[in-house]
């Protein structure tokens, strides 16, 4: 019995025992995975943890006579999860929000056109260093520039625009029903892209609807204002 026992304290002090390296490697990949949440770009990081960390795990307990370091492999197996599960968190929360403030920059743009509006509905869809932010003179800059004017006509003629404003009094902004966030795209700093379907229901006929997809283009202007969003491009469905 203390022969026993004596082996057992003896062989968890092997002095052959060695550090397994994926203890070394996990705890520093956990001291990288905050990466994760600032990009979701890094977001491997993370994944690379948690798999060093089961295989450390499985051979470390498979021969703890040769190796040791489980606790320090666990904790930064750990570590990596709970941060990738935050930065999934953290991404899923921010779509949301794009996808929610360009439904409601859709139905601010659909109220444009249905009060008639049409210069204020215009300079969402140019590019913000070409816009004008001075609302009381937005008219008479429409007036005063026959290039910009006829854009604004010629963007208007286009389907699915025609249509909108030709049935405007059939239909309300805020009956707008989200069809589907079909994509958001990341493609550089501070820039951002959204696509969405829409279907506007008509008041005559009764089962009639309006659909199109719209494409956003969120961006930082030159200026240092807050974020501005560009309907960069309005397609009809069918």
Known sequence: MNMSTSHSIDSQKNPYQSFHWSAIATSGIALTTPLCLVTPAFAFIPVLGIVVGVFGYLTISNKPEIYHGIKLTVIGAMTSL?????????????????????????????????????????????????????????????????????????????????????????????????????????????????????????????????????QYFRVYDSAGRASQWQLEYISAVQ
């Not at 409601?104 to 969402?124: G, R």
């Not at 009381?136 to 026959?146: A, F, G, H, S």
């Not at 006929?205 to 997809?213: K, L, S």
């Open 82 to 214: 709970l941060l990738l599960v935050w930065s999934i968190t953290g991404i899923i929360n921010t779509s949301d929000y794009y996808y929610d403030v360009a439904f409601d920059n859709t139905i601010k743009w659909l109220t444009y056109l249905k009060e008639d509006e049409l210069p204020a509905a215009h300079q969402v869809m140019i590019s913000v260093e070409h816009r004008q932010f001075e609302a009381q003179i937005l008219n008479q800059y429409y007036d005063n520039n026959k290039g910009i004017y006829e854009d604004m006509l010629s963007q208007f003629a286009k389907p699915p625009m025609n249509l909108l404003l030709a049935k405007k009094d059939k239909w309300k902004p805020q009956d707008l029903i989200l069809v589907e966030n079909e994509e958001l795209l990341d493609l550089k700093k501070n820039k951002i892209r959204v696509v969405q379907q829409y279907h506007l229901p008509l008041s005559d006929p009764p089962d009639g609807v309006i659909a199109f997809r719209i």
